[in-house]
């Protein structure tokens, strides 16, 4: 069981940055790969992040890619998305997900522990 926490969402400029952390429970974190999805209103939840348990692989969504940047700390058991650049159509409430350690999960659908969620405002 892993129990996740989202956290630095808000209201930003069009072109500023957000740094996003999600915090797990559990001693079992680092045997898990962690993602970031968004969900905008009235669209479907979308696949923004992964990374790999030890940190070495990374993936995003084309949407972001070059912008965000995913990064983890294993002593902390948390895992962060830092945001740049951001624009108007990022707006979304922010969730954070994990998977096992051999999965790295795009579609929602297959995700195995979701958080809350965090919501992000950028104004134009």
């Known amino acids: 069981q892993v129990q996740l926490v989202e956290s630095g969402g808000g209201l930003v400029q069009a072109g500023g940055s957000l740094r996003l952390s999600c915090a797990a429970s559990g001693r079992t974190f680092s045997r898990h790969n962690m993602s970031w999805f968004r969900q905008a209103p009235g669209e479907e939840r979308e696949f923004v992040a992964a990374i790999s348990w030890s940190g070495g692989r990374t993936y995003y969504a084309d949407s972001v890619k070059g912008r965000f940047t995913i990064s983890r700390d294993n002593a902390k058991n948390t895992v962060y998305l830092q945001m740049n650049s951001l624009k108007p159509e990022d707006t979304a409430v922010y969730y954070c997900?994990?998977?096992?350690?051999?999965?790295?999960?795009?579609?929602?659908?297959?995700?195995?522990?979701w958080g809350k969620g965090t919501l992000v405002t950028v104004s134009s």
């Open positions: 997900g994990a998977d096992p350690d051999y999965a790295i999960r795009t579609d929602p659908k297959f995700v195995d522990y």
